[in-house]
């Protein structure tokens, strides 16, 4: 669906241009709220979607198990009184096809296909300096022309293939998770390969392991683990939560990373052994981040706090995968727990004591070429009706790269990103005038339960437009200095956890991915509370670190 028929319209030797006062690009949740309160301010906006609907993350992710792994009733939209009232959850951490329909829902009660064009993957985009604007150019050929260029394209949306010989010569059925088809998918009596342990690794081989006639799982690097411990929500728990909507939102405007779940003020080196190991078991038994959110405050600081923790999930493991052999290639040894994104599982372990599931360890046995009938490793090769790609992502500024974006004077902005991003606030970048950077590299919200942050940006990027707007500017870009002490200032909050010793999406590194080698730091750590008071802020001194003209 398209509103072009009621953009203004100028027509070159290039074709026709669709006119805005601002372009937004991508119908996830960032891009359906921004939308919203553009409208909702009187702006003429406009938004370019890839994909055919809503939804961004749970449009593209729709492979078996994908869910929640922040509470469902934290992770709704918190700005309109009126959707929630009317949704209603249906499990604590919601699946990908219940969350997907809460995104239609978002959509149709507001309206917002009207102004969305769907099918529609941005190829280029370049500030104008003459005109003062950026344009847009599609891979169909369409072009647009906006003021504004506000880009929600999200931080885990550039799916990544790995660099394997052969890929295009398997002839069975083979899907990457982030591009799952939305068609049905049989794993029934099939012999099934999954190449990847990370999160929508985890989510994948325990559903596909419920059905699979034989499932081989390739890992690389296996990853901490922790139980999501999902249920059912029944009315009358519904309505008890619905209750106490204004809670449970404040309670996640104070925490770190906007979960319900805060860090214990304790140290785990100042208490005894056995109030340490209670508290272990008692998160360990509670649903989602808890364990990782919720426990001693230093655990993520302090090498010898967080190796108590990880030996914790080491007897745990131990504990629920029979054959020890198998859990010696399940457990980490190059990081400890929670230093990396921690994925949640629902029976992950106990896939692997099954007779119909084997475990291949590549850094035993690498994997040399896909074949046509299946992978090749250094020991054997193996045939399989079909290979599941749960490679990840080229992590939050992955999907900039794929766009040729270009600010003044032509300058490209993967080069100015190449040894890491650069940015003020992870919401603007110098070099780059009017263009506002939603949950993008250095910005709270790529560290943080997303929609609670996703409110925060758009709504001071809006309150930006509109501060502009009444004051007759027509320009904002972040001035040098201020990207320079807000970049050096994310890697110093960053500098004190233990995660920054570690290779990650966070840390910058994909081995998936040409070129991302070099560790730097891709989000912000100082936690979402200091991030907000930060932008009001600049927001209070007339946009302090922006030229505004």
Same mark, same amino acid.
């Given at each position: 669906?398209?509103?072009?028929?009621?953009?203004?319209?100028?027509?070159?030797?290039?074709?026709?241009?669709?006119?805005?006062?601002?372009?937004?690009?991508?119908?996830?949740?960032?891009?359906?709220?921004?939308?919203?309160?553009?409208?909702?301010?009187?702006?003429?906006?406009?938004?370019?979607?890839?994909?055919?609907?809503?939804?961004?993350?749970?449009?593209?992710?729709?492979?078996?198990?994908?869910?929640?792994?922040?509470?469902?009733?934290?992770?709704?939209?918190?700005?309109?009184?009126?959707?929630?009232?009317?949704?209603?959850?249906?499990?604590?951490?919601?699946?990908?096809?219940?969350?997907?329909?809460?995104?239609?829902?978002?959509?149709?009660?507001?309206?917002?296909?009207?102004?969305?064009?769907?099918?529609?993957?941005?190829?280029?985009?370049?500030?104008?300096?003459?005109?003062?604007?950026?344009?847009?150019?599609?891979?169909?050929?369409?072009?647009?022309?906006?003021?504004?260029?506000?880009?929600?394209?999200?931080?885990?949306?550039?799916?990544?293939?790995?660099?394997?010989?052969?890929?295009?010569?398997?002839?069975?059925?083979?899907?990457?998770?982030?591009?799952?088809?939305?068609?049905?998918?049989?794993?029934?009596?099939?012999?099934?390969?999954?190449?990847?342990?990370?999160?929508?690794?985890?989510?994948?081989?325990?559903?596909?392991?419920?059905?699979?006639?034989?499932?081989?799982?390739?890992?690389?690097?296996?990853?901490?683990?922790?139980?999501?411990?999902?249920?059912?929500?029944?009315?009358?728990?519904?309505?008890?939560?619905?209750?106490?909507?204004?809670?449970?939102?404040?309670?996640?405007?104070?925490?770190?990373?906007?979960?319900?779940?805060?860090?214990?003020?304790?140290?785990?080196?100042?208490?005894? &052994?056995?109030?340490? @190991?209670?508290? !272990?078991?008692?998160?360990?038994?509670?649903? %989602? $981040?808890?364990?990782?959110? /919720?426990? #001693?405050?230093?655990?993520?600081?302090?090498?010898?706090?967080?190796?108590?923790?990880?030996?914790?999930?080491?007897?745990?493991?131990?504990?629920?995968?029979?054959?020890?052999?198998?859990?010696?290639?399940?457990?980490?040894?190059?990081?400890?727990?929670?230093?990396?994104?921690?994925?949640?599982?629902?029976?992950?372990?106990?896939?692997?004591?099954?007779?119909?599931?084997?475990?291949?360890?590549?850094?035993?046995?690498?994997?040399?070429?896909?074949?046509?009938?299946?992978?090749? &490793?250094?020991?054997? @090769?193996?045939? !399989?009706?079909?290979?599941?790609?749960?490679? %990840? $992502?080229?992590?939050?500024? /992955?999907? #900039?790269?794929?766009?040729?974006?270009?600010?003044?004077?032509?300058?490209?902005?993967?080069?100015?990103?190449?040894?890491?991003?650069?940015?003020?606030?992870?919401?603007?970048?110098?070099?780059?005038?009017?263009?506002?950077?939603?949950?993008?590299?250095?910005?709270?919200?790529?560290?943080?339960?997303?929609?609670?942050?996703?409110?925060?940006?758009?709504?001071?990027?809006?309150?930006?437009?509109?501060?502009?707007?009444?004051?007759?500017?027509?320009?904002?870009?972040?001035?040098?200095?201020?990207?320079?002490?807000?970049?050096?200032?994310?890697?110093?909050?960053?500098?004190?956890?233990?995660?920054?010793?570690?290779?990650?999406?966070?840390?910058?590194?994909?081995?998936?991915?040409?070129?991302?080698?070099?560790?730097?730091?891709?989000?912000?750590?100082?936690?979402?509370?200091?991030?907000?008071?930060?932008?009001?802020?600049?927001?209070?001194?007339?946009?302090?670190?922006?030229?505004?003209?």
């Amino acid at each position: 669906m398209t509103n072009a028929t009621e953009a203004e319209q100028t027509t070159t030797g290039a074709g026709p241009i669709e006119r805005w006062e601002v372009i937004v690009i991508g119908a996830g949740l960032s891009g359906m709220y921004q939308l919203h309160r553009l409208r909702q301010l009187g702006f003429k906006a406009h938004v370019y979607e890839a994909g055919g609907g809503v939804g961004g993350t749970w449009y593209w992710n729709c492979y078996p198990g994908a869910r929640f792994d922040s509470e469902s009733w934290t992770y709704g939209f918190s700005f309109s009184k009126e959707l929630l009232r009317q949704w209603n959850w249906a499990e604590h951490f919601s699946g990908q096809p219940e969350n997907l329909r809460y995104c239609n829902l978002v959509a149709d009660m507001f309206d917002l296909r009207r102004d969305i064009t769907f099918g529609a993957r941005v190829k280029s985009a370049e500030w104008d300096e003459a005109a003062n604007e950026w344009e847009a150019v599609f891979e169909d050929g369409r072009r647009a022309r906006a003021r504004y260029l506000i880009t929600a394209i999200g931080p885990l949306s550039a799916p990544t293939m790995p660099a394997i010989e052969g890929i295009g010569d398997f002839q069975g059925e083979a899907w990457h998770t982030g591009l799952w088809p939305h068609e049905p998918v049989s794993f029934a009596g099939k012999r099934v390969a999954v190449i990847g342990t990370g999160a929508s690794g985890v989510q994948a081989i325990t559903e596909i392991a419920k059905t699979v006639g034989h499932l081989s799982v390739f890992q690389r690097t296996p990853n901490w683990c922790a139980p999501l411990r999902n249920s059912r929500i029944d009315a009358e728990i519904m309505n008890r939560i619905r209750a106490k909507y204004d809670e449970i939102f404040a309670r996640c405007r104070e925490t770190y990373g906007c979960f319900i779940h805060d860090a214990d003020p304790r140290n785990a080196l100042e208490v005894s &052994t056995e109030e340490r @190991e209670a508290l !272990f078991e008692k998160l360990y038994n509670e649903p %989602g $981040f808890a364990f990782w959110q /919720g426990n #001693f405050r230093d655990v993520l600081i302090n090498k010898a706090a967080n190796d108590m923790m990880t030996a914790f999930v080491v007897k745990k493991i131990r504990a629920r995968v029979k054959d020890q052999k198998v859990a010696d290639k399940l457990i980490p040894t190059n990081h400890g727990f929670g230093t990396r994104r921690v994925p949640l599982e629902s029976g992950y372990y106990e896939v692997f004591n099954q007779p119909n599931v084997e475990l291949i360890d590549l850094r035993e046995t690498p994997i040399e070429r896909i074949t046509a009938k299946g992978i090749k &490793t250094s020991d054997a @090769e193996r045939h !399989f009706d079909m290979i599941v790609f749960a490679t %990840g $992502f080229d992590a939050i500024t /992955g999907a #900039f790269d794929r766009i040729d974006i270009r600010g003044r004077a032509g300058k490209r902005l993967k080069e100015k990103w190449a040894d890491g991003p650069r940015t003020y606030l992870g919401l603007q970048v110098e070099s780059f005038p009017n263009m506002l950077t939603l949950v993008g590299p250095h910005n709270a919200a790529t560290f943080c339960n997303l929609p609670r942050c996703i409110e925060q940006n758009v709504e001071w990027v809006s309150d930006l437009l509109c501060y502009m707007r009444e004051r007759g500017l027509t320009r904002v870009e972040a001035t040098a200095s201020a990207e320079a002490a807000w970049t050096a200032h994310v890697h110093e909050t960053a500098a004190r956890l233990l995660l920054m010793q570690v290779d990650s999406w966070m840390t910058g590194v994909n081995k998936n991915v040409a070129g991302r080698h070099k560790r730097t730091f891709m989000a912000y750590a100082g936690g979402a509370p200091k991030y907000r008071q930060k932008c009001e802020d600049v927001a209070a001194r007339g946009y302090e670190g922006f030229v505004l003209v």
